[in-house]
T-cell receptor, first 110, second 113 residues
Framework: LAKTTQPISMDSYEGQEVNITCSHNNIATNDYITWYQQFPSQGPRFIIQGYKTKVTNEVASLFIPADRKSSTLSLPRVSLSDTAVYYCLSGGPGTYKYIFGTGTRLKVLA | EAQVTQNPRYLITVTGKKLTVTCSQNMNHEYMSWYRQDPGLGLRQIYYSMNVEVTDKGDVPEGYKVSRKEKRNFPLILESPSPNQTSLYFC????????????FGPGTRLTVL
């Protein structure tokens, strides 16, 4: 089970693009990278998942370089409502144990 | 509506008084899991279940029990709660195919006096 490392916190302003990087040096061959968002006193919510290169959905983009030792979650044009904690996880289809860690606390300022 | 429900949402109890937090999902998911969240420690996995009658320990199982007699339910049992089990608890479920997408419940805030 690969451990991930993220910055503890980030600040941004409304309308800016935010990039949160996650390091997963020991990622296994069949591991996916998955990102979650959590608002205070709510359960985490799945944002995006990828294996390699780039994945985009209506909420975010996920960039994974060829060596897969890191990944970047990109949030375009953030708003105040994007203030939350973001978690990066790695794990394969057979993963049953998950390590969420402490995540990255993003604060969006007006 | 597809969802994971937990009950109760808030509970204050005393040391040693057995309690059960229920978790139910209506998505026919095979995988279910319990987490606790504490300030500065993030989310930590307590127990998980791969399917009916199949459970295993997560990172912090001490003081907890679980059972999975039906696919939709995964109760968390604290036989003798202690103050260090005061926490915010989340249940989650996943269909377990080619995705690590978990669906989380609203949380149960437990205080043990």
């Amino acid at each position: 089970l690969a451990k991930t490392t993220q910055p503890i916190s980030m600040d941004s302003y409304e309308g800016q693009e935010v990039n949160i990087t996650c390091s997963h040096n020991n990622i296994a061959t069949n591991d996916y990278i998955t990102w979650y968002q959590q608002f205070p006193s709510q359960g985490p919510r799945f944002i995006i998942q990828g294996y390699k290169t780039k994945v985009t959905n209506e909420v975010a983009s996920l960039f994974i370089p060829a060596d897969r030792k890191s990944s970047t979650l990109s949030l375009p044009r953030v708003s105040l409502s994007d203030t939350a904690v973001y978690y990066c996880l790695s794990g394969g289809p057979g993963t049953y144990k998950y390590i969420f860690g402490t995540g990255t606390r993003l604060k969006v300022l007006a | 509506e597809a969802q994971v429900t937990q009950n109760p949402r808030y509970l204050i109890t005393v040391t040693g008084k057995k309690l059960t937090v229920t978790c139910s999902q209506n998505m026919n998911h095979e995988y279910m899991s319990w987490y606790r969240q504490d300030p500065g420690l993030g989310l930590r996995q307590i127990y998980y279940s791969m399917n009916v009658e199949v459970t295993d320990k997560g990172d912090v199982p001490e003081g907890y029990k679980v059972s999975r007699k039906e696919k939709r339910n995964f109760p968390l049992i604290l036989e003798s709660p202690s103050p260090n089990q005061t926490s915010l608890y989340f249940c989650a479920s996943s269909r377990r195919t080619d995705s690590n997408e978990q669906f989380f419940g609203p949380g149960t805030r437990l205080t043990v006096l």
